[in-house]
């Protein structure tokens, strides 16, 4: 099971945003995990590579199963591992080996072209409080078939 990890940064309302050239899709800069990295250090290196800038509070909010279907057979299986920032230091690149960046507000989100899966992924890291878990099943052409996820806010102690 490949294992991805990415970030979306977001500054002054607008996210950071790379577009896949194949397909015309946005997605959150990342990429794969390198073997002994933490998904932290892989989030943070993918991250600079495809931008050029570091993040600042870098953190996780979610952690997805993603499954690609044929038919009834599952044709691959992957871990994605998605983290936030409170901004960038520095000034991203326009453009990388991967594609395009662009920032875009934070409402863009709920109409960019996009993996469905990707879309709630992403609104959620923008938008709310604690981790996001969940398994996304697609087609081969990443349909979306099914969804599923649960979440959980850190509680940060006393009494209740």
């Known amino acids: 099971?490949?294992?991805?990890?990415?970030?979306?940064?977001?500054?002054?309302?607008?996210?950071?945003?790379?577009?896949?050239?194949?397909?015309?899709?946005?997605?959150?800069?990342?990429?794969?995990?390198?073997?002994?990295?933490?998904?932290?250090?892989?989030?943070?290196?993918?991250?600079?590579e495809e931008t050029n800038v570091t993040p600042k509070n870098a953190h996780l909010k979610g952690v997805n199963t993603i499954i690609i279907k044929d038919g009834d057979a599952t044709v691959d299986e992957w871990m994605l591992f998605t983290f936030v920032s409170n901004g960038i230091e520095g000034v991203p690149v326009k453009e990388n080996r991967e594609g395009t960046l662009e920032w875009h507000p934070i409402e863009d989100l709920h109409h960019l072209p996009m993996a469905e899966g990707d879309r709630k992924n992403l609104l959620f890291a923008a938008l709310?409080?604690?981790?996001?878990?969940?398994?996304?099943?697609?087609?081969?052409?990443?349909?979306?078939?099914?969804?599923?996820y649960q979440t959980s806010v850190e509680f940060l102690g006393g009494d209740e």
């Open 128 to 148: 709310n409080n604690g981790i996001q878990y969940g398994t996304c099943v697609y087609t081969k052409d990443y349909e979306l078939l099914e969804a599923k």
């Open 1 to 48: 099971m490949q294992r991805i990890a990415n970030l979306l940064a977001v500054q002054n309302g607008q996210v950071l945003l790379l577009k896949k050239p194949r397909r015309g899709w946005y997605v959150a800069p990342g990429g794969k995990m390198e073997s002994g990295e933490s998904i932290y250090e892989a989030a943070v290196r993918e991250f600079q």
